[in-house]
Structures are given as C-alpha cells and as structure tokens.
C-alpha cells in the first residue's frame, strides 16, 4: 500500500535535546510538508520542499531544521532553540502536477519532559 | 491576500441533521478547494475537493458549494452521524504549491 510513514508516534525530548523526527513516503510525490499542531488549534507549515535537495521556510521554521537527500524521505529535526517544541507533528506530500490534494502522515506526538 | 477563513470555531449538530462550514478567500488565483477530516491523534484526510468551474460537488453526504464572485465555499453534511464527529478544514491552494489551511471546525454531533 502507498502511503506516508511517520516515526515514532510517540517522541520525548529532554530540554536541551536535538530530536529527528521521520518521514518515509512511497506515493513517489514531489513534494512534502511538515506542520505543527496544537491542541485544538490549526496546522501551521514548518518547511517544506517541492524538489530534492532543495526546501523553503515555512511560517514557523525558527528552532527546526529540514533535510531532502532522497525524493521518498523529509526528516524533521527539532533543535534545541526551539523554546516550545511540544506539540503534534504532522508529515504531508504531494504530486508536484495534476489534481490532488495532500497525503498527511499519522503524525508524531513530540512533548518535552 | 493568503488566507482562508473558516467558520465557526465549533459546531453541535442533532444526529440525523446537517452539519453546514463555512469558509471564505481573498485570492482569486486559488484553483483547488480541499476539506480535510481529522480524527484526534489522526493525520487529516481528504475529504472532497472543489475547482472554481463548478458551483457544487457531491460525495455521498457530503457536499461541496462554491461560489466564486462571493469569494465562499463550504461544506455540508447531511444526515449528520456521531462517527462524523471529527475537525474539519477546509483549504485552497493555486496550482501544484503549498495547501493554506483554515483554522478548522471541531464537529461534534449529539446522538
């Protein structure tokens, strides 16, 4: 089955850490995504990119760092000078042409102990 | 001039009702308008999408309206269920570039 594979579901950082968050698609798109979700609130875009090694800043990518060395792969890393890192992570992609809408991942629940 | 509006915040429908979210754009080179459904602790998925020449698209209970020289486009459930129960978010994007989100609608509908 095609699909987008995130890992872990699950994630605690302690303060100071830097943690990488995985995301692992087989739809051969494109394009990918990370967002942050809070409770009870919207999707915000973290980065994203539309091409390998090549990506662009999102609303909030102050504290996060990105990676595009293969077409299937768009690891997040969460740095330490992110101040508010807890949250919930969400992995996206997309074909770069023709119709479709995103393809999100399950998502990884990150929270700092 | 990049964002979608999205109202209300929140929704509580009878079951066996419709459920009806709204949302409103600005830009008028937007060509895609996606709902997503997300359960908790659950990535969204797509739901229905709309392009700007049609005024109405139907899935099932659910169903698209959109009107261009208003700028508006919302969704609506009939027959509402609790297993609809979910956030919802609609979206727009121009072309193959990144997807802008409303701020979602948490649905709850009562049995």
């Known amino acids: 089955d095609g699909g987008i594979t995130q890992s872990p579901k699950y994630l605690f950082r302690k303060e100071g850490q830097n943690v990488t968050l995985s995301c692992e698609q087989n739809?051969?798109?494109?394009?990918m995504y990370w967002y942050r979700q809070d409770p009870g609130q919207g999707l915000r875009l973290i980065y994203y990119?539309?091409?390998?090694?090549?990506?662009q800043k999102g609303d909030i990518a102050e504290g996060y760092s990105v990676s595009r060395e293969k077409k299937e792969s768009f690891p997040l890393t969460v740095t330490s000078a992110q101040k508010n890192p807890t949250a919930f992570y969400l992995c996206?992609?997309?074909?770069?042409?023709?119709?479709?809408?995103?393809?999100f991942g399950s998502g990884t629940r990150l929270t700092v102990v | 001039q990049q964002q979608v509006k999205q109202s209300p915040q929140s929704l509580i429908v009878q079951k066996g009702g419709i459920s009806i979210i709204n949302c409103a754009y600005e830009?008028?080179?937007?060509?895609?308008f996606p709902w997503y459904q997300q359960f908790p602790g659950k990535g969204p998925a797509l739901l229905i999408a709309?392009?700007?020449?049609?005024s109405e698209k139907k899935e099932g209970r659910f169903t698209i309206s959109f009107n261009k020289s208003a700028k508006q486009f919302s969704l609506h459930i009939m027959d509402s269920q609790p297993g609809d129960s979910a956030t919802y978010f609609c979206?727009?994007?121009?072309?193959?570039?990144?997807?802008?989100f409303g701020s979602g609608t948490r649905l709850s509908i009562r049995p």
């Open positions: 996206a992609s997309r074909m770069d042409r023709g119709e479709g809408g995103y393809t």
């Open positions: 739809l051969n798109h494109d394009a």
């Open positions: 990119s539309q091409i390998v090694n090549d990506f």
């Open positions: 830009n008028t080179a937007f060509d895609y």
């Open positions: 709309i392009r700007p020449d049609v």
């Open positions: 979206a727009a994007s121009i072309g193959a570039s990144k997807i802008i």
